[in-house]
Structures are given as C-alpha cells and as structure tokens.
C-alpha cells in the first residue's frame, strides 16, 4: 500500500517533468521556418535579410514574420522593402542604374536589363493605381477652367513620399479661386482632405 502512492508521486513528477520539457520545446524553438524563392537583378547583388547576408538567388529557409531586406550593388540604387514571411513564398529584388557603372553593366546584361524595366513598369503602375484610388481627383487632371488651371506634384508637406500628392491651383483672375473651390464642390470632393498650393 505504501508503494502505491509512492508510485503515484513519482509518477506524477515523471509526467510533469516531460510536459515542462516539450512546452519549452515548443515555446523557445521560434517560429516555424518557410521556404522563400528569392530572385535578384543584378543577379550578383549583395543582399541581407535583416542584417545577415542571404545568396541573392535561390532558394533561403526564413522564419515565420517580418523581416527587412536590403539589396546593393555598386552602381545601382540600393532597395530596402519589408518581406512578411507567412508560408512558402517568392521575393524579387531589383535594383536599377543611378550611375555610369551601373548602366555599364545593363549594356553587358540585356535580358536582366529587359527584366529590371518590366518591373520598374509594373511598379509605376501599381503606383499610379494607388493614387487614383487614394485622389480621385487625379482623374480630372491637368484641368484648365475659367480663371485657374489645376495640375499636380510632389507634396510639400512630405516630399520624400512619393504616394502623397500636392495640387497646384494657378489663379489667373480675381474670380479665380472662388471657381476652383467651386469646382471640387462639383466633384463631391473636400478640399480640406486635399493639399492644395495655390500659385
């Protein structure tokens, strides 16, 4: 009879013992890992993902989440963009010519060139997308009206974004802006929502 509890302890601390074991193992092993095809151009760039260089094309195991990569070449623009990593995925990194160099090496690499352009219009156009959806009024310009004339730009207030837009009213006569406001109360639009530069 005395055996039998004493058994019980002892058992009982055997089952306690594995279930701290593999809760930690599974609490501290970190997120689970994911295939990520990677693809370059240049195809010879260096790229980091969150500060450890990773091969610039190929196939990389990366965890589970967000993570920051960063692709430079000597000659080429340098490229940071955010990767969230939820599943076997695909990433392409491109980095385009801002030098003497760098156009060198496009001439002696036309299909990544090809490549780099496709992307760079694909890109543009998803931009473009965005702004319209983000400024319908995007779609009315330029507009030249009696006494003002409305086109857009770089924001003043954010010039480094390129997804926020200034727009540029030039008034022409002492009716001028009266006719612009006018005018966007037309388009259903508020003009407070808007950055508005008059010139």
Do not use: C
């Not at 193992?25 to 240049?42: D, I, Y």
């Not at 219009?121 to 983000?134: F, I, N, S, V």
């Amino acid at each position: 009879m005395e055996d039998n509890p004493r058994s019980l302890v002892v058992g009982g601390a055997v089952v306690l013992i594995v279930l701290v074991l593999v809760g930690g193992f599974l609490l501290f092993r970190g997120a689970p890992e994911h295939t990520v095809e990677v693809r370059s151009v240049p195809n010879d760039l260096t790229l980091t993902l969150d500060g450890t260089p990773i091969p610039a094309n190929g196939d990389v195991k990366i965890k589970e989440g967000k993570h920051t990569l960063v692709g430079e070449r000597s000659g080429f623009k340098s490229h940071t963009q955010t990767l969230e990593v939820r599943g076997d995925t695909s990433v392409r990194m491109y980095l385009f010519a801002n030098s003497a160099e760098g156009r060198a090496w496009e001439k002696e690499h036309p299909d990544q060139a090809l490549e780099a352009e496709a992307e760079a219009g694909r890109r543009y156009q998803e931009l473009t997308e965005r702004l319209q959806a983000k400024y319908p009024l995007l779609k009315e310009l330029p507009y030249v009206g009696p006494g003002f004339d409305v086109s857009y730009g770089n924001s003043k207030k954010h010039p480094d974004d390129p997804e926020q837009l200034a727009f540029y009213v030039t008034i022409s006569d002492s009716e001028g802006k009266a006719k612009f406001l006018e005018w966007i109360r037309g388009l259903r639009l508020d003009v407070e929502k808007l950055e508005v530069v008059y010139r």
